[in-house]
């Protein structure tokens, strides 16, 4: 089974393939990018803010409409919360099989920084590979260096290896998209 990347336009256009295929790469799954056909639902004003779980429901209603059985992993640039959070770098909903990463608080000049390609790039991997562990069943994990560790800052996410660790990675080989393949 392949996982589909849906690359909205408020990312980076860049970006799209690079970051695919370290994705691809690093969860051992099969991935295609194209634009994204999800409108991002769940916008609040007074927040500037989108709500991740109503992204997530956007991609979930078109995915039951277009009959589509892949995983969907969207990149955004759009601002992400979820409840009471201030903000969120992604979410995923294993259930259905989708999930959403925001760019917006992975660029350096968020934090008044010089941006840096190589940076936003390497955030957006490890993001991205994360939210495909969730898609894959994985929880986070306790070791600050791989990329199941939850990070709550931009510093954690920096701190993270663009690795799994040996357990995780072990469940991502035994649980990998592409074991569907082989039944
Ligand atoms: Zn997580
Ligand atoms: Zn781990």
Known sequence: MLLLIFWDSSAPAGLGL??????????????????????????????HQTDARAVIDSIDL??????LTSPVLLFCGTDLFIGESSSVFGLARPLTGSAVVSMARLCNSYYGRDD?????????????????????????CCDPACIMHNPITLDDLDRKRKSFCPACREQV????FRVDTIV
């Open 18 to 47: 690079p970051v695919s295929r370290m994705v691809s790469e690093l969860t051992g799954t099969e991935v295609r990018v194209c634009p994204s056909p999800v409108i991002l639902n769940g916008y609040v004003g007074s927040r």
């Open 62 to 67: 078109l995915k039951h409409r277009q009959s």
């Open 173 to 176: 080989a035994i649980r990998s």
């Open 116 to 140: 840096n390609d190589d940076d936003l790039l390497d955030r957006m991997v490890k993001e991205g590979a994360h939210e495909v562990g969730h898609l894959l069943g994985l929880d986070h």
